[in-house]
C-alpha cells in the first residue's frame, strides 16, 4: 500500500466533505485514475473537479502515484 | 514641475516611459465585461491601454453589483447593456483613450472579426464554452490571449501564447458538458477572488504589451477564503486537438441560428447568421399590434400571451420563460426571422 496526503483547496473541497485535507492509502501502482476513484470524482464528470497536482506540476490521471507523495486536486474555474 | 498622470507607472522600473508609451499604443479586447472584465477594463483604462474594445451581450442587473466594480444602482434601473455602461463610466475615469463597446453575442461568426485588430485578448467572460471558442479563435490567428476565471472563492489565470506554450485545451481537457461544473449562478461569487484573479489577468496583460521578459509561463489558482496561491506547471498535450492538430470544431460549428442557453436565467439566446440581411427597425415594426412593443436606445420588449424576448439590434433575441432551445427557434422564426 502507498499513503497520500491529498489536499483539496477552495470549492472543490465540497469532493471531500468540506474538508482541505485527506490521508489515504492505495495499492501499490495506484494511478491518479484510483486516486479519483477513492473519492468518487469521475474526471470530465464531476462538477468541480479540473486535474491533479504534483510537486507544482499538472499530471494526467494515468501517471502512477508514490509513497508518501502530496497531490493537489484542482477544481476547474468556469465563471467570472 | 507637473507630472503626468502615469507618472507613477512610468518611475516603475519594468515599465517605464517606453513601456507606458506600448501600452498607450496597444489595442485590448476585453470579451465579457461582468465580474472579471469590468476590474481589467477598470485596471486597463487606469494604466492607459490606447483602445480597449469591450464585449458584452448582457444588460446591468441589480444582481450584478455585488462585485462587477463599474456598475452603479442607475445603470440597473436604465437596464443599460454592459459594454455600454462600462466605456460611459471608464470615460469618466480615462478620457484619453479609445473605447469600442460591442454589445453582441461571442460566437463563430463574429469571434475572429472581433480578435482581428487587436494585440492582446483578456478574459473577463462567465462561461467555459466561449473560452473554447476564444481560444480556438487565438490559436488559429496567432493572438495571445490570457484567460482567467473563478467560481466560489477560487480562481485561475493563465497566458496563453500560440507557438509558446500550452492551451486552455491542454490545461482542462474537452470541453464539459453542460451541468458538469459549476457556474457562479450555482455555487455564488465572492468579488475578493474576482477582483485577485482580474488583478494577476491586468497585471500579465500590461508584461505582455510592454514585452516584459517575467511573464508567467505558469497556470497560477488561488482561492481568496483558503488563503493560497499555487503556480503550477502545466505541459503542451502532444495531442491536443487545438494546439496540436489545429483542429477547430468550436469555430467551424456553424448553425443558422446559434442557440445558447443563458446561465441563471430562464432563458436563451438565438443569434441569426449574420448575413447583413437584418433589418431591425423592419422587424420591429412589425411587432407593432401582435403584442406589447417598448424600444429602447439598446434594444426593444416584446410580451404578448405567447412570447416574451428582447431584440437587439444586431438581430439576435433573449427569449424569456421557454423550457428549451427548440421553443426558443419556434418563437424566433415566428416573430423575428419570418
Redesign the interface.
Given at each position: 500500500m502507498i499513503k497520500l496526503k491529498i489536499l483539496f483547496?477552495?470549492?472543490?473541497?465540497q469532493l471531500n466533505g468540506w474538508k482541505?485535507v485527506a490521508n489515504i492509502e492505495l495499492p501499490d501502482g495506484a494511478t491518479g485514475y484510483d486516486l479519483c476513484d477513492y473519492f468518487d470524482i469521475i474526471?470530465?464528470?464531476?462538477?468541480?473537479y479540473?486535474?491533479l497536482?504534483r510537486d507544482?506540476?499538472?499530471i494526467k490521471e494515468e501517471e502512477e502515484l508514490h509513497d508518501g507523495e502530496t497531490i493537489?486536486v484542482?477544481?476547474?474555474?468556469?465563471?467570472? | 514641475m507637473t507630472v503626468g498622470r502615469y507618472h507613477r507607472q512610468e518611475i516603475f522600473y519594468p515599465i517605464g516611459p517606453e513601456g507606458q508609451k506600448k501600452l498607450q499604443q496597444s489595442r485590448v479586447c476585453i470579451i465579457g465585461i461582468g465580474a472579471l472584465g469590468t476590474s481589467i477594463a477598470n485596471n486597463l483604462a487606469r494604466a492607459g491601454v490606447g483602445y480597449l474594445r469591450l464585449v458584452d451581450r448582457d444588460i446591468v442587473e441589480l444582481t450584478n453589483l455585488q462585485r462587477q466594480v463599474l456598475f452603479t444602482e442607475k445603470d440597473a434601473e436604465e437596464m443599460i447593456p454592459k459594454a455600454e455602461a462600462a466605456k460611459a463610466h471608464l470615460q469618466e475615469i480615462n478620457s484619453e483613450i479609445e473605447y469600442d463597446a460591442m454589445v453582441v453575442d461571442v460566437n463563430p461568426y463574429n469571434i475572429e472579426k472581433l480578435i482581428s485588430d487587436v494585440d492582446l485578448v483578456v478574459d473577463g467572460l462567465d462561461n467555459l464554452e466561449t473560452r473554447y471558442l476564444i481560444n480556438e479563435a487565438c490559436l488559429k490567428n496567432n493572438v495571445r490571449w490570457v484567460y482567467g476565471g473563478a467560481v466560489g472563492s477560487g480562481g485561475m489565470c493563465m497566458n496563453i501564447l500560440p507557438g509558446e506554450g500550452p492551451c486552455l485545451h491542454c490545461l482542462l481537457g474537452p470541453l464539459p458538458e453542460d451541468g458538469t461544473y459549476e457556474t457562479c449562478d450555482t455555487i455564488g461569487v465572492i468579488s475578493p477572488i474576482t477582483n485577485i484573479v482580474a488583478s494577476y489577468e491586468s497585471a500579465e496583460a500590461m508584461k505582455i504589451l510592454v514585452g516584459s521578459e517575467s511573464i508567467s509561463h505558469q497556470l497560477i489558482a488561488m482561492d481568496a477564503w483558503d488563503c493560497y496561491t499555487d503556480f503550477v506547471d502545466v505541459d503542451v498535450d502532444p495531442d491536443c486537438p487545438v494546439c496540436g492538430k489545429h483542429q477547430y470544431t468550436l469555430l467551424e460549428h456553424r448553425q443558422k441560428n446559434y442557440t445558447a442557453s443563458l446561465c441563471g436565467h430562464d432563458a436563451y439566446q438565438v443569434t441569426p447568421e449574420d448575413d447583413g440581411s437584418f433589418d431591425y427597425d423592419a422587424v420591429v415594426a412589425a411587432l407593432e399590434g401582435e403584442g406589447e412593443v417598448k424600444r429602447n436606445r439598446y434594444f426593444t420588449i416584446f410580451k404578448n400571451d405567447e412570447a416574451d424576448f428582447k431584440l437587439f439590434p444586431d438581430g439576435r433575441a433573449i427569449i424569456n420563460s421557454v423550457p428549451d432551445g427548440d421553443k426558443a427557434q419556434q418563437i424566433f422564426a415566428k416573430y423575428i426571422d419570418r
Open positions: 483547496n477552495g470549492p472543490v473541497r482541505n474526471p470530465g464528470k464531476t462538477r468541480l479540473g486535474f497536482i507544482g506540476k499538472k493537489k484542482n477544481g476547474k474555474t468556469s465563471g467570472g | -
